[in-house]
């Protein structure tokens, strides 16, 4: 990935099948320009590869875009529906693992600066589940037609596989029919953790070492940050969509690891008496309570970065984060304000209310599904 400039690649897709019509792959991402900024209400230009085998495998499917963000740099696309002289209906799902690279010129040319690649999980396996029936259907030889009865989502050439040689001192991880890739640590009397899992990466916390170590299965690297173990020690770390988190109270930090970067990225808070929260998640993002900051922090599974919010916190204090579908949601009854952190944009907003000695309502969420 180009790190000179920032752009939000975890994205969002869906299936979208049409009668008469190729099926197309929705792809939303927000795009930042090198200082970080949201690139809003502007023309960009879009080249989308859809590589076999590995992260760096052969392209089987090239198209370009020129598309506009919003006012929240987001930016929309139909994968499938681009300008390309290949045919995305002739992909062999079945054929996979498949890898979406994309490439972006903020400028709306053809100048490509920004790129990241990601796997494709569960929607390239949709299209081939469609697919199946007529591959797999009756034909001259008159044996009727044949049902496909495999789970392509069980499909082995999407498996990690991670091994603790203990005697070794080595963590070895593996994905997708590549090399094995390993990381030391130290291991003595107390050793060090359990090796955690999450959508095919990996992490293990080296007590001895001080070290959080993470695989990414899209670059095939181990990574990992250093912190300070004493005898309060640091926290568990957590999962969520394939990142990681870690609250080290040593250091009064809270590591993030996105799986999109494969990166550390961390937040530091205040630790008295009192304490702070604990780190909840949700769908790959991250949001912890500093209750003697009096501050929310959210992590953005994005673009690995953090935000937060100030609040005040009295004796009636305030109230518990909620979460539904990787947004975050806190009632400061002190500051009489609901804050909500939305995924799409890592920012908080908030809106005031009135609190009389009955005090305020519960905060609920609802999921959904847009349109419906």
Request: hydrophobic share 30%; charged share 10%; proline share 2%.
């Amino acid at each position: 990935m180009n790190r000179k400039i920032i752009t939000l690649i975890a994205f969002c897709i869906t299936l979208m099948t049409f009668a008469q019509a190729p099926d197309l792959i929705n792809y939303q991402a927000i795009i930042r320009n090198s200082d970080g900024n949201l690139v809003q209400d502007a023309n960009i230009g879009m080249r989308i590869s859809i590589l076999q085998t590995n992260a760096t495998g052969t392209a089987v499917y090239t198209e370009t875009h020129v598309a506009s963000t919003n006012t929240n740099g987001l930016v929309t696309i139909m994968i499938g529906g681009g300008t390309s002289s290949d045919d995305f209906s002739t992909i062999d799902w079945s054929a996979g693992p498949y890898f979406i690279k994309t490439e972006t010129d903020i400028a709306g040319g053809t100048n490509y600066t920004i790129v990241g690649t990601s796997q494709l999980l569960s929607v390239p396996y949709a299209l081939y589940a469609k697919t199946a029936g007529s591959v797999q259907g009756g034909g001259s030889s008159g044996n009727g037609s044949q049902s496909n009865t495999q789970n392509p989502l069980n499909n082995n050439t999407n498996t990690s596989f991670a091994f603790d040689s203990r005697d070794d001192n080595t963590i070895n991880a593996w994905s997708n029919g590549n090399s094995w890739s390993s990381v030391t640590y130290t291991n003595t009397y107390n050793g060090a953790g359990e090796i955690i899992s999450s959508n095919g990466n990996f992490a293990f916390n080296s007590r001895d070492d001080n070290k959080i170590h993470a695989w990414s299965y899209i670059n095939y690297e181990w990574t990992d940050v250093s912190y300070t173990n004493t005898y309060n020690g640091a926290g568990t770390i957590i999962s969520s969509n394939g990142n990681f988190a870690f609250d080290s109270r040593d250091d009064n930090k809270i590591f993030a690891w996105s799986a999109i970067n494969g990166s550390w990225s961390s937040v530091t808070y205040t630790n008295t008496y009192n304490g702070a929260g604990t780190i909840i998640s949700s769908e790959g993002n991250f949001a912890f309570n500093s209750r003697d900051d009096n501050k929310i922090f959210a992590w953005n599974a994005a673009d690995g970065t953090w935000s937060s919010v100030t609040y005040t916190n009295t004796y009636n204090g305030a109230g518990t984060i909620i979460t539904s579908n990787g947004n975050f949601i806190f009632d400061a009854r002190d500051d009489n304000m609901i804050y909500v952190w939305n995924a799409d944009n890592g920012t908080w907003i908030s809106t005031p209310y009135t609190n009389t000695y009955n005090g305020a309502g519960t905060v609920i969420s609802s999921p959904h599904n847009n349109g419906n």
